[in-house]
């Protein structure tokens, strides 16, 4: 069983940093692909960074220079690192990887259980 397990959301002020983590849990051969996606209040969900195994990365035009993307390949891990946080950017935010499994040929998207990032005046 692969689970995707979030930490770091919260409150914050405009223009505060928060920095979210995410780590892959379970067996599995290896975790691809992984980034971060959000869904604001009353929006489709969205993609804001995405990295590759090889630490290749890709943001959202709305987050690019205020937000990096990083992972940590021996833990399993990505995290985003957020500063000059925007009202909004209010959200909740997913992690999500492709996960190749163990004897298998087929890898599988998998999804955190989303935190919440909000702003406190």
């Known amino acids: 069983q692969v689970q995707l397990v979030e930490s770091g959301g919260g409150s914050v002020q405009p223009g505060g940093s928060l920095t979210l983590s995410c780590t892959v849990s379970?067996?599995?051969?290896?975790?691809?692909?992984m980034g971060w996606y959000r869904q604001g209040p009353g929006k489709q969900r969205e993609l804001v960074a995405t990295?590759?195994?090889?630490?290749?990365?890709n943001y959202a035009d709305s987050v690019r220079g205020r937000f990096s993307i990083s992972r940590d390949n021996a833990l399993n891990t990505v995290y985003l690192q957020m500063n000059s946080l925007k009202p909004e950017d209010t959200a909740v935010y997913y992690c999500?990887?492709?996960?190749?499994?163990?004897?298998?040929?087929?890898?599988?998207?998998?999804w955190g259980q989303g935190t919440q990032v909000t702003f406190s005046s």
């Open positions: 999500n990887a492709y996960v190749r499994l163990i004897n298998s040929p087929f890898g599988y998207d998998y």
């Open positions: 379970g067996s599995f051969f290896s975790a691809d692909s």
């Open positions: 990295i590759t195994s090889g630490g290749s990365t």
